[in-house]
């Protein structure tokens, strides 16, 4: 099993800068991928950006230029720089990591942009 646990959220004003930390623990060598998604009020969990061991990114578009996504593979961590904040980021940011796929979860950390 593998547990994952984020940090670095928190409130920010528009334009603000924000990174997050994701730390993996347990069977995290097995882990190929790791990344982020979000969830805002009302809307689906949607991808904000992932990488895989090797360093290949994927990012969605709406965060494209603004965050980047990197992982210390030694210390089995992935991080999330994000800057350029706007309100329509306020979401819980989840991080997820997996063989193949995210199947694993941590437990979400609230980031929320307002004047």
């Known amino acids: 099993q593998v547990q994952l646990v984020e940090s670095g959220g928190g409130l920010v004003q528009p334009g603000g800068s924000l990174r997050l930390s994701c730390a993996a623990s347990?069977?995290?060598?097995?882990?190929?991928?790791m990344g982020w998604y979000r969830q805002a009020p009302g809307k689906q969990r949607e991808l904000v950006a992932t990488?895989?061991?090797?360093?290949?990114?994927v990012y969605a578009e709406s965060v494209k230029g603004r965050f980047t996504v990197s992982r210390d593979t030694a210390k089995a961590t992935v991080y999330l720089q994000m800057n350029g904040l706007e309100r329509e980021d306020t979401a819980v940011y989840y991080c997820?990591?997996?063989?193949?796929?995210?199947?694993?979860w941590g437990q979400g950390t609230q980031v929320t942009v307002s004047s």
């Open positions: 997820g990591a997996g063989l193949y796929i995210l199947e694993f």
């Open positions: 347990g069977s995290s060598s097995s882990l190929t991928v």
């Open positions: 990488i895989t061991r090797g360093g290949l990114t």
